[in-house]
Structure formats: structure tokens, C-alpha cells
Nanobody, 115 residues
Framework: QVQLVESGGGLVQTGGSLRLSCAAS????????MGWYRQAPGKQRDLVAS???????NYADSVKGRFTISRDNTKRTMYLQMNNLKPEDTAVYYC?????????WGQGTQVTVSS
């Protein structure tokens, strides 16, 4: 099993930046891919960005050019750098992992962008 803990959320003005972190512990060698998702009030949870084990990345169209997913294997941490934030980016952000045997979510971190 893998445990995930997100951090880095907060309140920021339109056009500002935040960096989210997702620290992993446990059986991290089994991870195939990881991703960031977000869920706004009353809406479904959607994929924001993902990275597979070879480093390939994928982004939702709404965040391309503004968000960057990365990882630091030495720190067992995945990041989401969010620039030029917009009010529509307001949501709870979750990280998720996939392995051959399991998948699970972190607890989420709130991001609020004020206009």
C-alpha cells in the first residue's frame, strides 16, 4: 500500500501561483503512475495532470501552459506548480496513485482563487 499526503493549498489572488506537494510513503516502488485531480463544489472530480513512471505527462486542456507536474524521487514527492491561477481553478486538489495492485487518494488540499 501507498499513503499520500497533500500540502500547499491556500488562498491566492487571480494571476497568482501556488505549488502543491504530494508526499508518498509505503510501497512506492509499485507505483505505475500518479496524478493530480480536483473537485469543485457540486462538480465531479476531474483529472488535472498525470505522470507515468517514465516521466511522460498529460494535462487537462484547461491547465495546459499554466500548470506543471513534476516529481522528486529522492524526496518521494510529486508536485503541481500552478501559475496564472484563475477563479475557476478553485477546488479541492487530490493526488492519486496507481499500481498493479491498488489505487488510493490523498486527503486533499483546498485551493481558492479570489477574483
Amino acid at each position: 500500500q501507498v499513503q499520500l499526503v497533500e500540502s500547499g493549498g491556500g488562498l491566492v489572488q487571480t494571476g497568482g501561483s501556488l505549488r502543491l506537494s504530494c508526499a508518498a510513503s509505503g510501497s512506492i516502488r509499485s507505483i505505475i503512475s500518479m496524478g493530480w485531480y480536483r473537485q469543485a463544489p457540486g462538480k465531479q472530480r476531474d483529472l488535472v495532470a498525470s505522470m507515468i513512471s517514465d516521466g511522460s505527462t498529460n494535462y487537462a486542456d484547461s491547465v495546459k501552459g499554466r500548470f506543471t507536474i513534476s516529481r522528486d524521487n529522492t524526496k518521494r514527492t510529486m508536485y503541481l506548480q500552478m501559475n496564472n491561477l484563475k477563479p475557476e481553478d478553485t477546488a479541492v486538489y487530490y493526488c492519486r496513485y496507481y499500481s498493479y495492485y491498488s489505487t488510493d487518494w490523498g486527503q486533499g488540499t483546498q485551493v481558492t482563487v479570489s477574483s
